[in-house]
């Protein structure tokens, strides 16, 4: 399915990576997408954390790369011998790489391996100029004043 977003280029500037990102979504691979299983929770208002299923894969295996934008997970276990005779494997253990387009101020604050998942801690973080300002009236005579961001927050 395509989706013509010459409508929004012709109304707006700047949305060119949101219609970008939103053509890239229909070109993901349906197998890719379902392994390893994770989840995205947003923890509070700021902070998100991605968990991902990476049962037999140790820290070693895994690689955690941020760059312009996008959080590249990718696992690669060694090549080893088998150690047992399997009956049945059901636990997979190929490799696999999983990339999250991030948004504007998102950061990577770290991730962790615990009971057989990779957390990833996620937060966004609002530059000072970007957050919201109080702007104080004042009559025609006297000059525009700020308010201090600190106090617009407080009320």
């Known amino acids: 399915m395509r989706f013509d977003?010459?409508?929004?280029?012709?109304?707006t500037v700047g949305f060119d990576r949101?219609?970008?990102?939103?053509?890239?979504?229909?070109?993901?691979?349906?197998?890719?997408?379902?392994?390893?299983?994770?989840?995205?929770e947003q923890v509070a208002e700021n902070d998100y954390r991605i968990s991902m299923a990476v049962a037999g894969f140790a820290d070693k295996d895994l690689n955690i790369e941020v760059k312009e934008g996008v959080l590249t997970i990718t696992g690669k276990r060694d090549a080893e011998e088998p150690k047992s005779h399997f009956l049945y494997q059901g636990i997979a253990?190929?490799?696999?790489?999983?990339?999250f387009?991030?948004?504007?101020?998102m950061e990577?604050?770290?991730?962790?391996?615990?009971?057989?998942?990779?957390h990833v801690e996620i937060v966004r973080v609002i530059p000072e100029e970007k957050r919201a300002r109080r702007i104080a009236i004042g009559t025609t005579k006297s000059e525009p004043k700020l308010v201090?961001?600190?106090?617009?927050?407080?009320a």
Not at 5 to 11: A, D, G, I, N, T
Not at 18 to 23: C, K
Not at 93 to 99: A, I, M, Q, T, W
């Open 18 to 40: 949101l219609a970008n990102l939103l053509e890239t979504v229909n070109q993901i691979e349906p197998g890719a997408a379902s392994y390893p299983p994770y989840n995205i």
């Open 101 to 105: 387009q991030l948004a504007d101020h």
């Open 148 to 154: 201090d961001a600190t106090v617009a927050n407080a």
């Open 93 to 99: 253990g190929r490799s696999f790489e999983r990339r």
């Open 108 to 118: 990577v604050k770290g991730a962790r391996l615990e009971h057989g998942l990779l």
């Open 5 to 11: 977003f010459s409508p929004l280029y012709r109304s």
